[in-house]
């Protein structure tokens, strides 16, 4: 087996093990540990040895007897791991799948939203914390630190290993719905740092919404969050060049969009739309759908995509759903229309001087004419973004401004300098 293969079934594998850890022992953060030593010593026993005929079992078993080691304070755990390995397999490992549970506790509300993101990553996701830490452009130490102070707070929580009912159970899902969305976020558009995305983090993301969806496959949002992950990866592809550089949506060749993810993600979207109720996360795969469903550009459904911006916006307001808005509703009445629209966000602090609102607009100045406007705002957003492969589009946006009309780098617009 592959060093690859080797790590996908570790990292399938790590959430299970600590689940059923965690259910026997309730000592989340001593679990956590033992899993991840487990999992270290797979990494450097399997492939010299082989993967053994139970390797949920063979975890499990290491992983116990390291947390044991750890309350009686014995200092020879190494000694013992080698023999744990050659021993009989318990007979009471459970078939049971306890991913959910583990993440409902990663999504406690007693964490902030990063560390509920961190946690996630590190027990259900596998992630290493220095494989986090860079993830984030953290210091691993600060980032150890937050998982530390995550794990500390669950346990003075007084958190029990189980699905909470009811509403309470309807609300951790919400965030835990987020978490994922979140980190598919960050991992599709990176939010700082030389690449634009970070596959890694998309797939993963993508990976344990699968598991979430296979446990609550009834759910019309979590299999929308499903089918938006689904359809908008599938363009992964597509986005940049090969010299990693940015490439808008209505530029790209639909070509290399995979079709397989297409088509499971329309599937989803079919099933999500069906249900009794209606989410965010059903309305932004069926606006993504709608994206997969043209196969030129100009041939976008773009009144329907503003519909569906529309009921979002009113279920869900969001400044960022009202922006996407605007860009739908250029496509349907004309850039000066759009530009109204952007112009409600103006007071709203949570947009003040964001690189999206400002591109947006230099976007939308440029198909009015106003060139000089649009090379202002170009050059705002470029300065505005910490993704360095967004600064660099949005400047050549700027610079292809500035070969249009000259003129513009003459003027005594005030944005319009070269600092």
């Not at 707070?153 to 309807?170: K, N, T, V």
Request: with cysteine; glycine share 6%.
């Amino acid at each position: 087996m592959t060093a690859p293969r080797f790590e996908d079934l570790l990292r399938e594998l790590t959430p299970q093990v600590l689940g059923t850890l965690v259910r026997r022992h309730g000592q989340f953060e001593g679990c956590e540990d033992a899993v991840q030593e487990a999992v270290l010593a797979a990494a450097v026993q399997w492939p010299a040895e082989g993967v053994p005929d139970n390797p949920r079992g063979w975890l499990l078993t290491v992983a116990s007897r390291r947390l044991v080691d750890q309350a009686r304070s014995d200092r020879a755990r190494r000694a013992r791991e080698s023999a744990a390995a050659t021993e009989v397999v318990p007979e009471d490992v459970p078939d049971t799948d306890d991913t959910l549970v583990l993440l409902f506790l990663c999504c406690h509300p007693a964490l902030t939203a990063a560390s509920q993101t961190a946690l996630t990553l590190r027990a259900v996701g596998g992630l290493t914390t220095a494989e986090i830490a860079r993830a984030f452009l953290v210091p691993e130490a600060t980032m150890a630190a937050r998982i530390s102070r995550a794990k500390q707070r669950i346990r003075a929580a007084g958190s029990s290993f189980a699905l909470p009912d009811g509403a309470e159970r309807e609300e951790r899902l919400r965030v835990v719905l987020h978490v994922l969305y979140l980190i598919f976020n960050e991992g599709y558009t990176a939010s700082s740092g030389s690449a634009l995305h970070r596959a890694d983090l998309a797939r993963e993301a993508i990976r344990l919404t699968r598991r979430v969806h296979a446990q609550l496959p009834a759910d019309d949002e979590v299999t929308g969050l499903l089918a938006l992950m689904l359809l908008t990866h599938a363009r992964s592809r597509a986005r940049t060049t090969t010299a990693g550089d940015l490439v808008p949506l209505d530029e790209q060749d639909r070509g290399a969009w995979d079709r397989g993810l297409i088509e499971e993600g329309t599937e989803l979207v079919k099933a999500a739309l069906a249900g009794p109720t209606l989410g965010p996360y059903q309305l932004q795969a069926a606006i993504a759908a709608t994206h997969a469903d043209a196969g030129k550009a100009e041939e976008t459904d773009w009144r329907q995509v503003h519909a569906l911006y529309l009921i979002l916006e009113r279920i869900a307001p969001n400044p960022m759903v009202t922006l996407n808005r605007a860009v739908a509703l250029a496509e349907t009445e004309g850039p000066p229309a759009g530009l109204a629209l952007l112009s409600a966000l103006d007071a709203d602090q949570r947009m003040a001087g964001h690189h999206r609102l400002l591109s947006v607009r230099a976007h939308l100045l440029e198909k009015t004419g106003d060139l000089a406007g649009a090379y202002a705002h170009y050059r705002r957003a470029a300065k505005a973004t910490a993704s360095i492969a967004e600064q660099r589009f949005l400047e050549s946006r700027a610079e292809r401004v500035a070969r249009c009309a000259p003129e513009v780098l003459r003027s005594d617009h005030p944005e319009t300098g070269h600092g």
